[in-house]
């Protein structure tokens, strides 16, 4: 499909392993975006890239969480020692340039650690 | 303070009824500014964008005032279907920020 996908849609990990999500943004998009959202709560800000500047990694909760952006394309969160205070939905969005044009996003990916 | 803060929901109103929700941000170099609606444990879409000079879609009306840091959005004959969550999202260097969300519930 064109839109942004993310895997996997659904992740159940114990407490203290270490998770990846994957997100594939709409080719040709250049920023590429990753939000936490909590039961309730709204979009958490944890990372943006935009083409090959460094990302602004300023909402990263702690050194646990990390994010990498390959070849301009797919992108990996990594959470490492999860905690229960880390489940959340993690929701990925691409748009064209930075910021001024619709971001898209994918569905996301449902953690819970248990 | 938050970047980007919302009215508090929920809003409960009648079909037909027209309501307007606020928002306010601190940053201001922010450039652009948008509307964006989630569906309950769906991803967030694009409603609409907030230009200088006030914009509408159809039922929809989207202001900003620069001077006061502030932006609106105002929905008119309200459907059924307009209820969902409606997120201030403002961009900050290219950095989208969004507002906690507000929650609207249309009934019959």
């Known amino acids: 499909g064109a839109g942004v996908s993310q895997s996997p849609s659904n992740k159940v990990t114990e407490k203290g392993k270490d998770v990846e999500l994957r997100c594939d943004p709409i080719?040709?998009?250049?920023?590429l975006y990753w939000y936490r959202q909590s039961l309730g709560q709204g979009l958490e800000f944890l990372i943006y890239?935009?083409?090959?500047?460094?990302?602004?990694k300023s909402g990263l909760p702690s050194d646990r969480f990390s994010a990498e952006r390959t070849g301009g394309s797919v992108s990996t969160l990594t959470i490492q020692r999860t905690q229960q205070e880390d489940s959340a939905v993690y929701l990925c969005?691409?748009?064209?340039?930075?910021?001024?044009?619709?971001?898209?996003f994918g569905q996301g990916t449902r953690l819970t650690v248990v | 303070r938050k970047e980007v803060e919302q009215d508090p929901g929920p809003f409960n109103v009648p079909e037909g009824a027209t309501v307007a929700f606020n928002c306010t941000y601190s940053?201001?170099?922010?450039?652009?500014f948008f509307w964006y609606r989630q569906d309950c444990r769906k991803e967030p879409k694009l409603l609409m964008s907030?230009?200088?000079s006030g914009n509408e879609d159809g039922r929809f009306t989207a202001q900003l005032n620069r001077a006061s840091q502030y932006i609106s959005l105002l929905i008119r004959d309200s459907k059924l279907s307009d209820s969902a969550t409606y997120l201030c999202?403002?961009?900050?260097?290219?950095?989208?920020?969004f507002g906690q969300g507000t929650e609207l519930s249309v009934k019959p």
């Open positions: 969005a691409s748009s064209l340039d930075q910021g001024s044009t619709e971001a898209f």
């Open positions: 080719s040709g998009h250049t920023a």
């Open positions: 890239f935009q083409g090959n500047s460094a990302p602004d």
């Open positions: 940053n201001s170099a922010s450039q652009s």
């Open positions: 907030v230009y200088s």
């Open positions: 999202v403002v961009n900050v260097g290219g950095k989208l920020i």
